[in-house]
């Protein structure tokens, strides 16, 4: 079975800093997707990002941009001159792609906090 | 649209008492999904349903019952609420071949 771990429980940046979140997973399938999903404390989940296990490619969206390395089963999220609306928790997700009905496995969430 | 909706949106209930959350999506998916989420614990998948009349197991089924009678409808049921099953509590539906899941917005449950 897959698995996804969030190291960081909780980081407390202060506003304009830049910051990195990180996710390992574990997996011997060779066909899956990667996610970073985000949850403002309003509570909803937001999607951000998706990741094929081929494309590893980086991307970059804004302030936002993701390191997917296979070699060490890695999909870091960094986050440019963080601001106070980035606060929130955030969660990185797997999914194996073998076109089945799978449902997504989560890590715990990291608590992202932002100072002003 | 409206995607997914879940009602409610919060509710209290007393060990033992019984609830039923509904999930409704109005995209004609097929998957539909129950997660609930626990403080430090991100989000396990509770029970799930590839169609119609179908459901199965997910990571932590136990406690809980579901039924998909409707295609655009999931049911997640408590018959005997334990406080450990106070949780925030997420539907999501997708379709086959896609890897998109949509989210609801939450049901906060609370046993006291």
């Known amino acids: ?116 | 649209n409206a995607g997914v909706t879940q009602t409610p949106k919060f509710r209290v209930l007393k060990t033992g008492q019984s609830m039923t959350l509904l999930c409704a999506q109005d995209m004609n998916h097929e998957y539909m999904y129950w997660y609930r989420q626990d403080p430090g614990m991100g989000l396990r998948l509770i029970h799930y349903s590839v169609g119609e009349g179908t459901t199965a197991k997910g990571e932590v089924p136990d406690g809980y019952n579901v039924s998909r009678l409707k295609k655009q409808n999931f049911l997640l049921g408590l018959e005997s609420a334990a406080p450990s099953q106070t949780s925030v509590y997420f539907c999501a539906s997708r379709k086959p071949g896609d890897t998109e899941a949509f989210f609801g917005q939450g049901t906060r449950l609370t046993v006291v």
Request: hydrophobic share 35%.
């Open chain 1, 1 to 116: 079975a897959q698995k996804v771990t969030q190291a960081q429980t909780e980081i407390s940046v202060v506003e304009k800093e830049d910051v990195t979140l990180d996710c390992v997973y574990e997996t011997r399938d060779t066909t899956y997707y990667l996610f970073w999903y985000k949850q403002p404390p309003s509570g909803e989940l937001v999607f951000l990002i998706r990741r094929n296990s081929f494309d590893e490619q980086n991307e970059i969206s804004g302030r936002y941009s993701w390191n997917f390395q296979k070699s060490t089963s890695s999909f870091n999220f960094t986050i440019t001159a963080s601001q106070v609306v980035d606060s929130a928790v955030y969660f990185c997700a797997f999914m194996y792609s073998g076109g089945g009905a799978d449902g997504l496995t989560f890590g715990k969430g990291t608590h992202l906090i932002i100072q002003p």
